[in-house]
């Protein structure tokens, strides 16, 4: 697979992964122009999909730290879709994400557990991301579904649906970054929705089924802290006891 996806970057091909389920030990690392796709995710139904799965022998080293792995490049438009990652307990991560404002993801599948985040975009992440639905249980307090840490180019995230069990500190957590829009999140279980720590010009619009209660003495559903400034927040709705109740900011 990677030696497809290191042709396919410089030929500008596409490179396709048909149905089945196909098991790598490292890291698939992809290149400014890579596109890559499978057949399809599996979220209801037996439909034909295609699996990038871990397989026995991965090991966890600073290296292989994501099942799949970008250049951190702002110019990059590389793109997936249409398959589902599946993790193993030696995976830290499902997606580490560094290419920039021309990129893409969607219509991927998170299975598996991670230990620190499913999707993390650092460097240069950027793009329009659509339906981001990690729901891989976490393993410990420093799991997030979605972590954005020191990011500046342009990310939209268009739909993210964050639920699991309750060990998550955070489901999703955005420091030190610039220049973010997400439409609508909706989330279940008792960790707090979002963190936003030292953050300018972001913006949440729709913040739908925040359910359940969050964790005693763990802070609100949507915490804004540190140095952050240029922060909108529109249409948050939050529900307790299947109620619909008033939300105070």
């Avoid at 964050?162 to 420091?175: G, H, P, R």
């Amino acid at each position: 697979i990677q030696q497809a996806i290191d042709d396919g970057n410089s030929s500008g091909r596409l490179v396709f992964i048909p149905k089945g389920t196909f098991f790598i030990s490292k890291t698939l690392f992809l290149k400014s122009g890579t596109r890559l796709t499978g057949i399809g995710c599996k979220r209801y139904g037996p439909v034909p999909i295609t699996n990038i799965s871990a397989h026995s022998t991965w090991q966890k080293t600073s290296g292989n730290d994501a099942l799949i792995g970008t250049v951190d490049d702002p110019e990059a438009s590389t793109f997936i879709s249409g398959f589902n990652l599946v993790t193993n307990a030696n995976v830290v991560r499902h997606i580490h994400w560094c290419a920039g404002r021309k990129s893409m993801i969607t219509g991927i599948g998170f299975y598996g557990t991670v230990s620190e985040a499913a999707v993390y975009l650092s460097g240069n992440g950027g793009g329009k991301h659509y339906m981001l639905e990690p729901q891989s249980p976490s393993t410990g307090s420093e799991h997030r579904h979605i972590r954005i840490a020191g990011t500046f180019q342009p990310l939209s995230l268009y739909g993210c649906n964050l639920e699991a069990d309750s060990a998550s500190a955070y489901n999703m957590e955005i420091s030190d970054s610039s220049n973010i829009r997400i439409y609508g999140i909706k989330r279940e279980k008792e960790s707090p929705t979002v963190l936003i720590r030292n953050c300018k010009n972001l913006a949440i619009h729709t913040q739908g089924a925040m359910r359940e209660g969050v964790h005693t003495g763990s802070g609100g559903y949507i915490q804004i802290k540190g140095a952050s400034d240029g922060i909108l927040m529109s249409l948050a709705l939050v529900q307790s006891n299947n109620k619909i109740v008033r939300a105070h900011v």
